[in-house]
T-cell receptor, first 115, second 114 residues
Framework: GAGVSQSPRYKVAKRGQDVALRCDPISGHVSLFWYQQALGQGPEFLTY????????KSGLPSDRFFAERPEGSVSTLKIQRTQQEDSAVYLCASSSGQGYIDEQFFGPGTRLTVL | KQEVTQIPAALSVPEGENLVLNCSFTDSAIYNLQWFRQDPGKGLTSLLL?????REQTSGRLNASLDKSSGRSTLYIAASQPGDSATYLCAGEYSGAGSYQLTFGKGTKLSVIP
């Protein structure tokens, strides 16, 4: 596709439910990033994939958060036993290269609300 | 831990005015500096990327500068228009635990009044 796409755009979950958020990066992009943006804040890094390898998961806030990219294209961010503090916009970004100086292109985000 | 600060948090200007948005960062070991625009309920649109070896980049009415020694970047918007109203975010790219990740400021919310 022309850009990064994410689905669903909005998700409402009851506390304790599991959710799965999908990201389709720009075709051919090697690098994929997940960020979390709380209301009124800038995005914060969660995790990074280079192709199918998850090279950095230092930003994941707890072991309830899990991400995968099994075939090196589409990625899924899963949150188990959701809590109210998980409410945020989850942004996915992709870039063409493997290192720095690569411009990151962002998707529209998934707004998660946990009741 | 790297920190990126943006001042002011909000700015309101009349249409046609030139304006400057400020961004400061604590860690000079930055690989590049990227400016984004975010419209309400939308994702981030990349505006300009300045590599650490560069001092500025220009695109249309936008000009961004980078001064690593002072830890500052500015985004200059010429002849502002109501369509420029949005939140502007700056982000520094740093080497992390296994990736080159972006550290963002909280943004400056710009309102251009017709």
């Amino acid at each position: 596709g022309a850009g990064v796409s994410q689905s669903p755009r909005y998700k409402v979950a009851k506390r304790g439910q599991d959710v799965a958020l999908r990201c389709d990066p720009i075709s051919g992009h090697v690098s994929l990033f997940w960020y979390q943006q709380a209301l009124g804040q800038g995005p914060e890094f969660l995790t990074y994939f280079q192709n199918e390898a998850q090279l950095d998961k230092s930003g994941l806030p707890s072991d309830r958060f899990f991400a995968e990219r099994p075939e090196g294209s589409v990625s899924t961010l899963k949150i188990q036993r959701t809590q109210q503090e998980d409410s945020a916009v989850y942004l996915c970004a992709s870039s063409s290269g493997q290192g720095y100086i690569d411009e990151q292109f962002f998707g529209p985000g998934t707004r998660l609300t946990v009741l | 831990k790297q920190e990126v600060t943006q001042i002011p948090a909000a700015l309101s200007v009349p249409e046609g005015e030139n304006l400057v948005l400020n961004c400061s960062f604590t860690d000079s070991a930055i690989y590049n500096l990227q400016w984004f625009r975010q419209d309400p309920g939308k994702g981030l649109t990349s505006l300009l990327l300045i590599q650490s070896s560069q001092r500025e980049q220009t695109s249309g009415r936008l000009n961004a500068s980078l001064d690593k020694s002072s830890g500052r970047s500015t985004l200059y918007i010429a002849a502002s228009q109501p369509g420029d109203s949005a939140t502007y975010l700056c982000a520094g790219e740093y080497s992390g635990a296994g990736s080159y990740q972006l550290t963002f400021g909280k943004g400056t919310k710009l309102s251009v009044i017709p």
